[in-house]
């Protein structure tokens, strides 16, 4: 299968990893996007992921609750150090070279990222997983997702989430709700929809990075979008 793309950056929630539990890592669901991301590496596609952690932790509920942000954020850093480390356990163990960066030195635990061996690291053939968000607090993974897409060159953004596109309110709540084949990074902005947030919407635009959302649950979904059908929403 031909593929559209040969360099992407995949943004994976933390929540899906939990899935009907609500929290901590489910390994069916994990085992799923492992292979799904080896599928696509086996036809030469460059993969650089960021995954969430809001199946273990997130820093702004946690404030919410009395946690210091800063604190919180650093808390939900670590969360997505465990999620990458989870990935990338599944991704080895069914074939597919994986290395782990993290955006807060860690070592042994994963290397300190850079732009250059996160690069090489996907050059070589492995799937790079950048966790620790920018490792600042008050930015989001979403953020994260923007910044590392535009550091390490990818041609587009994949927003792997439970539904299958960007709808003009909440299918899950609202049934009425009418998806969108594709929509420009300020009409996402003007309608006030919950896409990302406005620093990693401002940052795609900003550096030309086109996103693309779509359900990441359903098998076989990654190779489609890769392969150009018109599967998920197109944000430009």
Same mark, same amino acid.
């Given at each position: 299968?031909?593929?559209?793309?040969?360099?992407?950056?995949?943004?994976?929630?933390?929540?899906?990893?939990?899935?009907?539990?609500?929290?901590?890592?489910?390994?069916?669901?994990?085992?799923?996007?492992?292979?799904?991301?080896?599928?696509?590496?086996?036809?030469?596609?460059?993969?650089?992921?960021?995954?969430?952690?809001?199946?273990?932790?997130?820093?702004?509920?946690?404030?919410?609750?009395?946690?210091?942000?800063?604190?919180?954020?650093?808390?939900?850093?670590?969360?997505?150090?465990?999620?990458?480390?989870?990935?990338?356990?599944?991704?080895?163990?069914?074939?597919?070279?994986?290395?782990?960066?993290?955006?807060?030195?860690?070592?042994? /635990?994963?290397?300190?990222?850079?732009?250059?061996?996160? /690069?090489?690291?996907?050059?070589?053939?492995?799937?790079?997983?950048?966790?620790?968000?920018?490792?600042?607090?008050?930015?989001?993974?979403?953020?994260?997702?923007?910044?590392?897409?535009?550091?390490?060159?990818?041609?587009?953004?994949?927003?792997?989430?439970?539904?299958?596109?960007?709808?003009?309110?909440?299918?899950?709540?609202?049934?009425?709700?009418?998806?969108?084949?594709?929509?420009?990074y300020d009409e996402v902005y003007t309608r006030g929809l919950k896409v990302m947030d406005l620093t990693a919407t401002a940052l795609c635009k900003e550096n030309h990075l086109p996103i693309i959302v779509f359900n990441m649950d359903?098998?076989?979904?990654?190779?489609?979008?890769?392969?150009?059908?018109?599967?998920?929403?197109?944000?430009?």
């Amino acid at each position: 299968m031909r593929t559209k793309y040969k360099r992407i950056l995949l943004k994976l929630s933390g929540e899906s990893l939990a899935v009907t539990q609500g929290h901590g890592i489910d390994t069916v669901r994990l085992n799923q996007y492992a292979e799904q991301i080896k599928e696509i590496a086996s036809q030469g596609v460059q993969i650089a992921i960021v995954i969430g952690g809001g199946n273990i932790f997130r820093g702004l509920s946690g404030a919410s609750k009395g946690f210091d942000r800063v604190k919180g954020d650093q808390m939900g850093m670590l969360a997505t150090v465990i999620n990458s480390l989870a990935l990338s356990s599944a991704l080895v163990a069914i074939g597919q070279p994986a290395q782990v960066f993290t955006a807060i030195n860690m070592f042994p /635990i994963g290397e300190h990222y850079s732009k250059w061996r996160a /690069i090489e690291a996907m050059n070589n053939g492995a799937v790079a997983i950048i966790s620790g968000g920018t490792g600042n607090p008050f930015f989001t993974t979403d953020t994260g997702s923007a910044l590392r897409g535009i550091e390490v060159e990818a041609e587009v953004m994949l927003k792997g989430t439970r539904v299958d596109g960007i709808y003009t309110a909440d299918p899950e709540k609202d049934p009425t709700a009418e998806k969108f084949s594709e929509i420009t990074y300020d009409e996402v902005y003007t309608r006030g929809l919950k896409v990302m947030d406005l620093t990693a919407t401002a940052l795609c635009k900003e550096n030309h990075l086109p996103i693309i959302v779509f359900n990441m649950d359903c098998p076989g979904n990654l190779a489609k979008v890769l392969a150009g059908e018109p599967i998920g929403t197109l944000v430009y």
